[in-house]
């Protein structure tokens, strides 16, 4: 799960991280109350920054205004700029490098305290799943794009893991002053700043936690000035707190309804849509339609213990997509069943009907018992032999009915 920049940094706040003054707004009133409150404070400059769950909002575009105008951060010396800024920015679509060319509606905003910078550094946070540890990734090229500096100066990245058993030790706070070229009082504020980021990271089950930039103010201080975080969804049960942070309106709405279901369930660009049991057939099945020169609508793993009402709740979602021209449902089935399958496909069909090409596979568990369920249900449904057959025939279809 995902949070916005604002909220990442209320969270960081209260382990001790130095982040700005701000105010989160819904408004153009909200943003410009806000930078009042933090004039009163000692602003003398604010930064009013979009909130969407995506990167790169400072070199991003308004879909509704010019070329020319300002993307999603920006800089003003007045409340009443403030607010002029948030007119402009609230209700319209943000597309940056993350987004896609479709964007996202800005619905929020953060007013922050200005802040001078010296130097800008990254720093993040990640689980790496080959030694089970916690990885600090840190470079001298902060505000840029992590990506970029991978590919063109990849010398510039220095990575290091810690051992969950003993934790963040001294050595650690000393590696990245290293790496960010950073002395004395510097140096020590970077022991403090790695302590206080892993012990956030693990004790609020982080997925991912990256501060670009990680900003020297001119009078020696180490400061977040942007927090983007992701959680793992499997640990928030833990976290009531963390999961009343979640804003749906930055979700997909069919990914919303899936998780309703405990579906794995991710939107794509394609316009084939999979129903298929196992992340790792799944991702095989997406592979050999695009083998086959068409691409995947969505990801859905149903599972290996699903019944037929989130068998038929999984088919009602594929359906619900306008960019879906037919479907392939593709299952092996070991724990879960073809019978199970077939009866959840046959009731969602009658239930919201059939307007595109369905190519079924079913092997396994129950084979004949499922393929019978398909045969005697009326339905126009393709069967498939195997998964090579299933994904020509879906290809076929598709371009057939285009």
Do not use: W
Request: one cysteine or more; glycine letters at 10%; hydrophobic letters at 40%.
């Amino acid at each position: 799960m995902n949070i916005h920049e604002y909220q990442a940094k209320q969270v960081l706040k209260g382990f001790g991280v130095p982040v700005s003054k701000g105010v989160a707004a819904m408004t153009p009133e909200e943003a410009k109350a806000g930078a009042e409150k933090l004039a009163a404070e000692g602003a003398k400059l604010f930064v009013v920054k979009a909130q969407i769950h995506a990167g790169g909002r400072g070199k991003g575009k308004f879909k509704e205004l010019g070329p020319d105008a300002k993307g999603g951060v920006r800089l003003a010396k007045t409340p009443d700029e403030v607010y002029a800024n948030a007119k402009e920015m609230l209700g319209n679509t943000l597309v940056t490098i993350q987004t896609g060319e479709h964007g996202k509606v800005v619905n929020r905003l953060y007013v922050e305290d200005g802040s001078d910078i010296e130097k800008e550094f990254y720093l993040s946070l990640l689980v790496d799943r080959e030694t089970g540890e916690t990885a600090f990734v840190v470079s001298t090229e902060g505000g840029m794009d992590i990506e970029h500096v991978a590919h063109e100066t990849p010398e510039k990245i220095h990575t290091f893991s810690v051992d969950p058993a003993t934790g963040v030790m001294p050595h650690h706070g000393r590696t990245i002053a290293k790496a960010l070229n950073l002395k004395g009082p510097q140096a020590k504020q970077a022991e403090d700043l790695a302590t206080k980021l892993y012990k956030a990271f693990v004790e609020t089950d982080m997925a991912m936690l990256e501060i670009n930039p990680l900003i020297l103010t001119p009078d020696g201080r180490l400061h977040v000035l942007d927090a983007k975080v992701g959680f793992d969804s499997n640990s928030l049960y833990r976290h009531p707190e963390i999961q009343e942070l979640r804003d749906l309106t930055e979700e997909d709405a069919k990914e919303i309804e899936a998780s309703k279901y405990d579906l794995s369930y991710i939107t794509l660009d394609g316009d084939i849509g999979c129903m298929v049991n196992g992340a790792g057939l799944a991702m095989a099945t997406m592979d050999i339609i695009k083998l086959y020169g068409r691409e995947p609508a969505n990801f859905l793993d149903v599972g290996g213990g699903a019944n037929e009402e989130k068998v038929t709740a999984a088919f009602k979602i594929i359906t619900a997509d306008p960019n879906v021209k037919g479907i392939l449902i593709n299952i092996f089935g070991g724990i879960m069943k073809c019978d199970i399958i077939a009866n959840g496909v046959v009731a969602a069909v009658k239930a919201v009907g059939l307007k595109v090409p369905l190519v079924v596979r079913l092997e396994g568990t129950n084979v004949n018992e499922g393929k019978k369920i398909i045969a005697e249900s009326g339905l126009d449904v393709v069967p498939a032999d195997d998964l090579d057959d299933a994904a020509q025939k879906i290809v076929a279809a598709v371009k057939k009915a285009a």
